[in-house]
């Protein structure tokens, strides 16, 4: 190897030559544009990557390796999607639950291979519909969920045991997905054919979401209770989605996007293992979910350092055996921060780049954005072409014929591990914190959050940043879009199913259920089981989300700012 391709030799002899030659005398005819060259997150770019610019020590074996093999960098399957295609799960979730399981059947129908399920906001908080709080949210910014009667009819015609479902929920998760093995036993499933995910990251909503019930460490019981049993009655379920979609969204960088959802899933590991169970009994069903932006190359390299460093994380600190422990799954979204309520239609490039970038990376599962959802839910016609966007990467592009194809580019190397000493910087800061929970108490990650995003606004602001059609390129009387609208009947009519559902079900045995559900949760029992009883006999969301109250408190954020 000539020693402009030898990792780490510096300014090479061959590349200062280049540089004081050809590359000088270009720039004095033609100058380079002005301004810094930066990634979205603000990590410099170098004008040309060369073998010089990887670390002295780095080995191709160690930091590359072979796809579904440690340490992952490359991907965890070994044929990748020459095996078979990502699986492509839309987002899908408005008004009432019939009109989500038509969408759902739509989507179907045309060649999606998964549901992704959205709640609307009071669902999301532990509200039901008649709760004062939820007053012109029902089913607005997704599907309206009370009690089994809803889920019910969310999942009528779709069968579970041969449809992977992802639900996207935190707080009530647990209760969520107690209707949802309640609708299987309806159907005659088995729960051991049940394949899906549940979010049910509480740690990234006192991060980024804000959409709480009761604090940490109780919620931290909750989860490792739901490991415990899917582990050993839902074996196919993955118990936590750990998200870092949604610190990305509150305005991360993507080193802080990696950092901080690698540490939720570190003390995930770590409560799995306080609560008495082995590390190869639940970490196999742990899976990731993340954000992919604008920077096409910076993505790429976050998710191909992400993979890496839970490798090492999984084998080397927990001492995991099962390979399966070590492998980072992940599911990945567009950014839905980046798209933009002027000149919509560039929402369609913008998030052609970012799954082309999840593609590259290895994700295994997409959803792709719709052009209009920086304006509302998405209409049936832009959400078809967000899903057809993913057929013709897959099918038409021919960037799925090969594994990692920028494997090896010094740019894409360099970032990657680049990337990686960053990210393992903030997990090391938050070890040293005490861990996540700590970390959360203390303010820590969201002021890093709030830092970043307000100094990306302000490069925005300045011009430092291009967003096209917003503070560049922008037009005068852009044409009305057409937008899909929830109207005030979904309420109503949502309203009266739920007093319905109340006024025909069993109140005696339902009191019964939710006291033994608080006593178990007081008990340290595993809570599933009874919130299984309480929503068989059609409970909701509120009234059981609402009995643990008494014994594990509510939670309040203190102020960062």
């Known amino acids: 190897m000539s020693d402009a391709g030898k990792p780490g030799n510096g300014r090479s002899r061959t590349r200062a030559a280049w540089e004081a030659g050809t590359l000088a005398s270009s720039v004095a005819r033609s100058p380079e544009r002005p301004g810094a060259f930066t990634t979205v997150s603000d990590l410099p770019v170098e004008r040309l990557y060369t073998g010089a610019d990887l670390d002295p020590t780095w080995i191709e074996g160690e930091k590359l390796g072979f796809p579904g093999e440690f340490p992952y960098t490359r991907g965890i399957h070994p044929t990748m999607y020459r095996g078979r295609f990502w699986t492509m799960r839309q987002f899908a979730g408005f008004g009432s639950a019939e009109d989500t399981n038509a969408r759902f059947h739509y989507l179907l129908e045309h060649g999606q291979t998964g549901l992704s399920t959205a709640f609307d906001l009071p669902t999301l908080m532990g509200r039901d519909s008649d709760d004062a709080l939820a ?24 069968p579970l045991d041969r449809v992977s479902t992802s639900m996207t929920i935190n707080a009530p998760a647990a209760v969520i997905f107690c209707m949802y093995l309640a609708v299987a036993e309806k159907q005659g499933v088995d729960f051991a054919k049940l394949e899906g995910t549940l979010q049910n990251d509480i740690l990234k909503e006192y991060i980024a979401q804000k959409e709480w019930i009761y604090p940490p460490r109780p919620s931290m019981r909750i989860i490792t ?94 001492k995991a055996k099962n ?57 049936e016609a832009a959400v078809t072409v967000a899903l057809r966007t993913q057929q013709i990467l897959a099918e ?15 740019f894409v190397e360099a970032l990657t591990d680049k990337i990686e000493r960053d990210a393992m910087a903030y997990i090391e800061r938050i070890d040293a914190m005490g861990g996540m929970i700590d970390a959360i108490e203390r303010g820590f990650p969201q002021k890093e959050i709030a830092d970043a995003s307000y100094h990306y606004q302000r490069q925005v602001d300045c011009g430092e940043k291009t967003i096209v059609g917003v503070n560049k390129h ?30 025909r079900r069993d109140e005696a045995q339902l009191r019964r259920d939710l006291a033994a559900l608080a006593q178990a949760a007081a008990s340290g029992e ?29 939670y309040r954020e203190v102020s960062i700012l």
């Open 225 to 318: 209770d739901l490991m415990g049993f899917c582990a050993r009655s839902v074996p196919k379920w993955n118990t936590i989605s750990i998200s870092g979609y949604h610190i990305r969204e509150a305005g991360s960088t993507a080193v802080q996007e990696l950092a901080f959802t690698l540490a939720d899933g570190i003390a995930y590991v770590e409560a799995g293992l306080a609560a008495g169970l082995e590390v190869d009994e639940f970490s196999p069903r742990l899976s990731f979910f993340f954000n992919s932006h604008n920077d096409f190359f910076e993505e790429i390299a976050k998710l191909r350092a992400a993979r890496r460093i839970w490798a090492h994380v999984m084998r080397d600190r927990f």
């Open 135 to 158: 007053r012109g949210e029902v089913g607005r910014e997704g599907v309206a969920v009370d009690t089994l009667a809803d889920m019910e009819l969310l999942f009528r015609g779709v």
């Open 396 to 410: 038409e592009s021919g960037v799925t014929n090969t594994i990692d194809p920028l494997g090896g580019s010094y």
């Open 474 to 503: 922008a037009i005068d009387g852009e044409r009305r879009t057409e937008i899909l609208t929830i109207g005030d009947d979904v309420e109503r009519a949502q309203l009266e199913r739920l007093n319905q559902v109340k006024a």
């Open 323 to 379: 390979p399966r422990s070590w492998m980072l799954r992940f599911h990945t979204q567009t950014a839905g921060c980046s798209l933009t309520a002027q000149q919509p239609l560039n929402n369609v490039a913008r998030v052609t780049v970012q799954a082309l970038a999840a593609v590259l990376g290895g994700t295994q599962s997409l959803h792709t954005d719709s052009f209009d959802e920086a304006l509302a839910l998405p209409t």
């Open 526 to 554: 595993n809570v599933i089981p009874f919130m299984l009883a309480c929503v068989r006999n059609y409970g909701s969301v509120q009234e059981l989300s609402s009995a643990l109250v008494p014994v594990f408190g509510t």
